[in-house]
């Protein structure tokens, strides 16, 4: 083999290579990507007494193109979906289309996730994870706070 044809050989392993390695790029560039996170939000309670607690599912739109997301809510471990219409402070955003670096917080009032855990004491009921789904299906989910532990909502 003479330089020339080792030196071309290299050029186009090269121009494979950086050809692929752009290719995907380019494909990845186009998925969705939202990140969720859950935490525990509290407000002031209007009439005074104890302040309002909430879960709050963020959905981020952490990809370049816009997403709708048409429901949030908690997983428990029997493969129901617990959500909310309304909270304490006022009806769902949802559907929503999130654009690229916006986001959209959902509120879930606390006492309405732990009655569901109550509503038949045989069952061995807990949440397990958190969740926003998008237009086409897709769940994005997160991990639950550490206080769901605490509270006995979650055995995570």
């Given at each position: 083999?003479?330089?020339?044809?080792?030196?071309?050989?290299?050029?186009?392993?090269?121009?494979?290579?950086?050809?692929?390695?752009?290719?995907?790029?380019?494909?990845?560039?186009?998925?969705?990507?939202i990140?969720?996170?859950?935490?525990?939000?509290?407000?002031?309670n209007?009439?005074?007494?104890?302040?309002?607690?909430?879960?709050?599912?963020?959905?981020?739109?952490?990809?370049?193109?816009?997403v709708?997301?048409?429901?949030?809510?908690?997983?428990?471990?029997?493969?129901?979906?617990?959500?909310?219409?309304?909270?304490?402070?006022?009806?769902?955003p949802?559907?929503?289309?999130?654009?690229?670096?916006?986001?959209?917080?959902?509120?879930?009032?606390?006492?309405?996730?732990?009655?569901i855990?109550?509503?038949?004491?045989?069952?061995?009921?807990?949440?397990?994870?958190?969740?926003?789904?998008?237009?086409?299906?897709?769940?994005?989910?997160?991990?639950?706070?550490?206080?769901?532990?605490?509270?006995?909502?979650?055995?995570?």
């Open positions: 083999m003479t330089f020339s044809e080792i030196l071309t050989l290299i050029a186009a392993v090269y121009g494979a290579s950086l050809s692929t390695y752009l290719g995907i790029k380019e494909i990845n560039r186009h998925k969705r990507k990140l969720v996170t859950c935490r525990m939000a509290l407000t002031p209007p009439s005074g007494g104890e302040p309002w607690r909430f879960v709050s599912v963020q959905a981020y739109n952490d990809g370049h193109r816009p709708e997301i048409k429901m949030s809510g908690l997983n428990l471990n029997t493969g129901e979906l617990f959500t909310q219409v309304e909270s304490r402070l006022g009806s769902i949802l559907p929503k289309i999130i654009g690229d670096g916006e986001s959209v917080d959902i509120y879930f009032d606390l006492d309405a996730i732990e009655s855990l109550q509503r038949d004491p045989s069952e061995d009921l807990y949440y397990t994870k958190a969740f926003v789904r998008d237009a086409s299906g897709k769940d994005y989910t997160t991990k639950l706070p550490k206080v769901f532990k605490d509270r006995n909502l979650s055995k995570q």
